[in-house]
């Protein structure tokens, strides 16, 4: 079993900066795939990032502005998101993948965490 919790979503303007947290459980952590997902009122579920074994995925909106960072020490995944736009608003999840799956699916992940929002105004 693995448990993931999310923090630091809110409100930011646009051309602003958030970082988002995900703390999971977990002993074998280093060896998950972890990603970011988004979905926005309306919309599909959305890749956003991922890591695994030291490699990252884009998704391709947010190529050049987002960044993911682990530390498996501490079970903690981070998404930097600078330059945040307006259609940057969505609900954001953390997931892991523990299998060896397409990290850009999210049929593949088995773990999601709650969701945090992040809204981007104009």
């Known amino acids: 079993q693995v448990q993931l919790v999310e923090s630091g979503g809110g409100l930011v303007q646009a051309g602003g900066s958030l970082r988002l947290s995900c703390a999971a459980s977990?002993?074998?952590?280093?060896?998950?795939?972890m990603g970011w997902f988004r979905q926005a009122p309306g919309k599909e579920r959305e890749f956003v990032l991922a890591n695994r074994n030291g490699s990252t995925y884009y998704g391709d909106s947010v190529k050049g502005r987002f960044t993911i960072s682990r530390d498996n020490a501490k079970n903690t995944v981070a998404l930097q998101m600078n330059s945040l736009k307006p259609e940057d608003t969505a609900i954001y999840y953390c997931a892991a993948n523990t299998g060896w799956g397409d990290v850009k699916k999210d049929y593949e992940y088995g773990y999601w965490g709650q969701g945090t929002q992040v809204t981007v105004s104009s």
């Open positions: 977990g002993r074998t952590f280093s060896r998950y795939a």
